[in-house]
């Protein structure tokens, strides 16, 4: 498993397809779209690098907690109870407790314009989805059934399959 600094560095690295015109003001702003240029993403952006370095101080603390299902604390945890800590604690946002109600927010971003915040969902069953959040070069942070709070890659085999959309969150929606 990676650790946290190798994961920073990791990501880091993957800022450079990131928009220098995101605005630096997330009291306006948290998510906005219309603030990433898709023409100047190509360069790293002060919004995105604080954004990811919120996420990752976050995964930091939280990496291993193990997976209860309807836990929301350090005792156990699921996955959408994890999406709400990290905005709230991160950022200050309250998120719905359930996927459900969680993949309403926002707009729809498609797999290839993916920015580190965006909420990734997996469709598990006929009735259950999963949650994580984006975190950059085809990562995502989310509390697994198997392994807890984690970092998983896009592509891994099941991921691939069960991989549903990506929701890009406004602040006055949350």
Request: aromatic fraction near 12%; glycine fraction near 8%; proline fraction near 2%.
């Amino acid at each position: 498993m990676l650790n946290i600094f190798t994961l920073f560095i990791f990501v880091l690295t993957a800022l450079s397809v990131f928009s220098a015109t995101a605005s630096t003001n997330t009291k306006q702003a948290f998510f906005n779209p219309s603030l990433v240029s898709k023409k100047t993403s190509d360069k790293p952006g002060n919004n995105d690098t604080q954004r990811l370095k919120k996420i990752l101080d976050h995964y930091g603390e939280w990496e291993g907690v193990r997976y209860k299902f309807g836990g929301n604390s350090r005792n156990g945890i699921d996955c959408s109870a994890y999406m709400q800590r990290v905005f709230k604690d991160g950022f200050s946002f309250s998120l719905p407790r359930t996927s459900h109600e969680q993949i309403k927010l926002g707009s729809r971003v498609a797999k290839d314009d993916l920015i580190a915040g965006d909420l990734i969902f997996f469709k598990t069953s006929e009735q259950e989805r999963h949650v994580g959040v984006y975190v950059g070069d085809g990562k995502f942070l989310h509390a697994s059934v198997k392994v807890g709070v984690t970092v998983s890659k896009l592509d891994n085999q099941y991921w691939k399959t069960k991989y549903d959309q990506a929701r890009r969150i406004n602040h006055t929606e949350t």
